[in-house]
């Protein structure tokens, strides 16, 4: 373990009112870190009882895997960026330190439509049609699969119908996802898709037939 001693700013003191400086009971004489692997916390010396006082700091959950940010290639200097936070896709162009805005009108949500008023839930993996050039975004908390098509500037559903769960098939209605996390694309016109229950699942962009390869 390690114990760390924290100088005080100054000698703690508070002025009664006949002018005289005094320590009242609560007031810190010493401060002291303690740290041993994932466990810390403070230990403050105490004028009257309790003499020690032993302060735990708040512990912050792990980050979901991935982070806020996932990215996705474009050239050596731009990527597209999938912002979880803001519900966002940007462009970004690392020379020049810019950024453009793609999709997502930054609000919470599950609609289709332009570009720029459609909305995102959490949008993470993408991956891109190198023949359509058509981008597709695994929006997770919408449970879905989207097609961005930069050239008419609208963004479809193209797998999934928004309720979590794992059902196949070529009817995109009766089609379900579990927080699909990754999203790739597969010579010549396939999707293939990871779900957060374990499962992978392949996606035919031309039948739109919907099939599972594995379940772990």
């Known amino acids: 373990p390690t114990w760390k001693q924290l100088p005080l700013p100054q000698r703690i003191s508070a002025v009664a009112p006949t002018g005289e400086r005094r320590r009242l009971p609560n007031m810190p004489l010493a401060i002291a870190w303690y740290e041993k692997g994932s466990d810390t916390f403070l230990v403050l010396g105490l004028v009257l009882a309790p003499a020690l006082l032993k302060v735990i700091p708040p512990k912050h959950p792990e980050p979901d895997i991935g982070g806020r940010f996932n990215t996705l290639p474009v050239d050596a200097h731009r990527f597209l960026l999938a912002d979880e936070g ?28 332009p570009l720029e008023t459609c909305r995102f839930h959490s949008p993470c993996s993408m991956t891109l049609d190198p023949r359509s050039h058509h981008v597709y975004v695994a929006d997770r908390g919408n449970h879905v699969i989207r097609k961005l098509d930069l050239l008419s500037g609208l963004a479809t559903t193209v797998v999934g119908n928004g309720c979590r769960g794992n059902s196949d098939g070529s009817e995109r209605r009766l089609q379900a996802l579990d927080s699909p996390f990754e999203v790739s694309f597969a ?30």
């Open 86 to 113: 803001s519900h966002q896709i940007w462009l970004v162009n690392a020379a020049s330190r810019a950024r453009a805005y793609i999709a997502g009108c930054g609000k919470r949500g599950f609609v289709d439509g």
């Open 187 to 216: 010579a010549p016109h396939h999707l293939v898709i990871s779900c957060a229950d374990n499962s992978v699942r392949s996606f035919d962009l031309q039948s739109g037939e919907l099939r599972t390869l594995r379940v772990g």
